[in-house]
T-cell receptor
């Protein structure tokens, strides 16, 4: 069935270091890949997204890369700050629809 | 503020009971999604409605049902509640593309 795998489940980095979170998806028809950030007790919020016709997208300190052949996409956060600490979810659209299947989440902790 | 409104914010009830969660989507959004998030877990897709019609179904239990009304608000009905149904239930809406999540309804079943 439709599946999105996300790794690692937890990630601890020192402030200023980079963080990378990786996801793989199963549906070759997926064409939309958003990343959501969820702070403790709050709703998930979109931080960046990428569509299948693009291989990389960057927005200040965050970037996403997509490898359609390998069905793999990654989130890169550079110069991490304590306020980046949160749970990050990747997602993939299913069957070229707007239904999203989410990964299991990565808890990122950035230590000062 | 995402523009998606969910009520109630918190709900405590007993096993065997039935509850209704309500969601008002962002103005103009036709799609409404329901997700379940258990403690320290991911976002499990339950169901999607588009302009009043069921569009997609996920891992939604038979004890759960949902609908979207002509004014586009949606309700998620949870019946014969079990302890394991305790979770944060999110509603999200979309006009195509980004999902905008509400603040969630935290359900505690005792």
């Amino acid at each position: 069935g439709e599946n999105v795998e996300q790794h690692p489940s937890t990630l601890s980095v020192q402030e200023g270091d980079s963080a990378v979170i990786k996801c793989t998806y199963s549906d070759s028809a997926s064409n939309y890949f958003p990343w959501y950030k969820q702070e403790l007790g709050k709703r998930p919020q979109l931080i960046i997204d990428i569509r299948s016709n693009v291989g990389e997208k960057k927005d200040q300190r965050i970037a996403v890369t997509l490898n359609k052949t390998a069905k793999h996409f990654s989130l890169h956060i550079t110069e991490t700050q304590p306020e980046d600490s949160a749970v990050y979810f990747c997602a993939a659209s299913i069957h070229n629809t707007d239904k999203l299947i989410f990964g299991t989440g990565t808890r990122l902790q950035v230590f000062p | 503020d995402s523009g998606v409104t969910q009520t109630p914010k918190h709900l405590i009830t007993a096993t065997g009971q039935r509850v209704t969660l309500r969601c008002s989507p962002r103005s103009g959004d036709l799609s409404v999604y329901w997700y379940q998030q258990s403690l320290d877990q991911g976002l499990q897709f339950l169901i999607q409605y588009y302009n009043g019609e069921e569009r997609a179904k996920g891992n939604i239990l038979e004890r759960f049902s949902a609908q979207q009304f002509p004014d586009l608000h949606s309700e998620l009905n949870l019946s014969s509640l079990e302890l394991g149904d305790s979770a944060l239930y999110f509603c999200a809406s979309s006009g195509g593309g980004e999902l905008f999540f509400g603040e969630g309804s935290r359900l505690t079943v005792l």
